[in-house]
């Protein structure tokens, strides 16, 4: 039987569609591969074809622009929004325009091309986890930036145009409007409970225990109880914080560990998908706040949104959280 779910955070509303599910066929549709010998500038050995680097973890010894690195940042070649411009603002009639101010930088996660969360171990992973705090902490003095979105892209149908393992910061003159429907529904949520709804959801789903991922003391990984797509999952600190950027050492660790396990997860049990993920925190200028929780949100690329989700904002997910859960953790236990 078909079921409405409510998001508690943004009020959004899911329908649960299982008769329509075949777990079988995921994903429903075909997986476009790269082309096998393509040039790639992300490259061990290519330093000097990207842009200069802002930031790099590398051996001792080894100078900027040159191998010997694991992570490096560097900016977009094609950036989305550029520093250079100041921010100006205009009404134009009915409708407002501003000046393409941001920045836009690339996260080369590891030097091997083939490398990714498949074959990552915990510590790249708190590599890469690093390369997000660090950047994150330098572009925040930049007061015109008003949000500083972390995220990843895997794989053509989710928009990666490059295969080499690779993150993506965009920093933006306004709040994006996803994380501005959480910021509102969990202050909405904290003025009549007095309680940080992303902390009850924590609590819930320790009790409930039906759609963890990963866990260990400091981190949990779930298919949320609303979840819009199929084996959708959120990681959550478990102790309150809405900002990411004031993680410590021993949380990179634990967060690290949590991540790469419910990513296997997520790839081993679906072949590989496409997927997205996004690192949700509370604005650069208002960062600690109660009633905001920071999040990973992880998207597998498996269906396609149809007109009724393009117009309607509801979204059909045909695989209950609880189901994908448990394929998600009985698959790994096989291998
Ligand atoms: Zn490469
Ligand atoms: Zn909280
Ligand atoms: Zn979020």
């Avoid at 429903?28 to 790639?40: H, I, P, T, V």
């Avoid at 997520?266 to 690192?279: C, E, G, I, M, T």
């Amino acid at each position: 039987m078909p079921q409405l779910r409510k998001d508690p955070v943004t009020d959004r509303w899911i329908i649960i569609a299982e008769e329509r599910n075949n777990p079988s066929s995921l994903p429903l549709f075909e997986k476009e591969e790269y082309s096998a010998n393509g040039f790639c500038p992300f490259c061990y050995g290519n330093e000097d074809k990207t842009p200069a680097e802002i930031l790099a973890y590398r051996r001792q010894g080894c100078g900027p622009n040159q191998r010997g690195w694991k992570v490096r940042v560097v900016p977009n070649r094609f950036p989305a929004l550029q520093p250079e411009i100041g921010v100006k603002k205009e009404a134009r009639g009915v409708y407002d325009w501003m000046s393409g101010t941001g920045v836009h930088e690339i996260v080369i996660e590891h030097p091997e091309h083939k490398a990714g969360f498949e074959t990552y171990t915990s510590e790249d992973v708190e590599y890469i986890l690093w390369a997000y705090k660090d950047r994150y902490l330098d572009l925040r003095k930049d007061n015109r930036l008003k949000y500083i979105l972390i995220f990843r892209n895997s794989g053509k149908a989710a928009g990666a145009s490059i295969e080499h393992p690779h993150s993506q910061i965009i920093a933006t003159p306004v709040i994006p409007k996803r994380v501005s429907e959480e910021l509102k529904g969990s202050l909405r949520d904290y003025n009549f409970k007095n309680r940080c709804v992303f902390c009850d959801v924590i609590r819930q789903e320790l009790q409930d225990k039906s759609r963890i991922i990963a866990e260990n003391k400091d981190f949990i990984a779930f298919c949320p109880y609303a979840s819009r797509f199929p084996y959708e999952m959120t990681i959550l600190p478990k102790e309150h914080s809405s900002d990411f950027s004031s993680i410590s050492e021993n949380g990179i660790e634990s967060c690290s560990q949590v991540l790469l396990e419910s990513m296997q997860k997520l790839l081993s049990s679906l072949d590989y998908p496409a997927y997205n993920f996004v690192v949700h925190k509370a604005p650069a200028d208002n960062e600690n706040l109660d009633h905001y929780h920071w999040h990973i949100e992880v998207v597998p690329r498996v269906i396609r949104l149809s007109g009724f989700e393009f117009g309607s904002g509801f979204y059909t997910n045909p695989t209950p959280p609880e189901q994908a859960a448990a394929l998600l953790c009985s698959k790994r236990k096989g291998k």
